[in-house]
């Protein structure tokens, strides 16, 4: 089956320091990957859909700037949240899309906690 | 605006017994419905998906059922087994499911042994 990886899976950092999440495909070629948050006891909101080679589009209320997306290759897309806070401390999740279909495959997460 | 609704945030279930989750959307566009089980900090397993041109879809002892009239679907696992404790979530696309996915918000199913 297809495989998504995320690195690191936790992380822990001080408020305005930037944190850079990856997510990998490793068996697989995604054209497209997406970016979702959880809170606790929540469902999981997207946040944005990035496409290899292009912009990645965000979500109504999620900050561009705060929540930079980066998908240079088929097989790694990273999620840089800038200046972090503790508001957003969170779990952060990916998920990969490949050309043979329409299933997303998700990564393990990264709990990120900012102090 | 929840377009996925799962209004059961839990349910019990004894091992063996059917387990039944039910899931309710509002977004007539959508025409792809799938059921991802999740377990604590980790990331969603699909587990099983219906088209809006089925009303049924089965694969061992999970079978979805979907009532597009009622705009309802659900999951039943029979026979329920402690592993099968988890969160699942209902979701949902359009566009025979290449569009983006929306989330339901979840049920914590325990099944007790």
């Known amino acids: 089956g297809a495989v998504v990886s995320q690195h690191p899976s936790r992380v822990i950092c001080k408020s305005g320091t930037s944190v850079k999440i990856e997510c990998r495909s490793l068996?697989?070629?995604?054209?497209?990957m997406f970016w979702y948050r959880q809170f606790p006891k929540k469902s999981l909101m997207l946040m944005a859909t990035?496409?290899?080679?292009?912009?990645?589009?965000?979500e109504q209320g999620v900050e561009k700037d705060k929540f930079l997306i980066n998908h240079a290759s088929l097989t790694l897309s990273t999620l840089t949240v800038t200046s972090a806070h503790p508001e957003d401390s969170s779990f952060y999740i990916c998920?990969?899309?490949?050309?043979?279909?329409?299933?997303?495959?998700f990564g393990p997460g990264t709990r990120l906690t900012v102090l | 605006d929840q377009q996925v609704k799962q209004n059961s945030p839990s349910l019990s279930v004894q091992e063996g017994r059917i387990s039944i989750l039910n899931c309710d959307y509002t977004?007539?566009?959508?025409?792809?419905f799938l059921w991802y089980k999740k377990y604590p900090a980790e990331g969603p397993t699909f587990l099983i998906s219906i088209s809006s041109i089925k009303d049924k879809n089965e694969d061992g002892r999970f079978t979805v059922f979907l009532n597009k009239s009622a705009k309802h679907l659900s999951l039943h696992i029979v026979p329920s087994q402690p592993g099968d404790s988890a969160v699942y979530f209902c979701a949902a696309s359009a566009t025979g499911g290449y569009q983006k996915v929306t989330f339901g918000t979840g049920t914590k199913l325990q099944v007790i042994p």
């Open positions: 990035s496409n290899e080679g292009s912009k990645a589009t965000y």
């Open positions: 977004n007539s566009m959508f025409d792809y």
């Open positions: 068996d697989f070629q995604a054209t497209t």
């Open positions: 998920s990969a899309r490949g050309t043979s279909g329409f299933e997303q495959f």
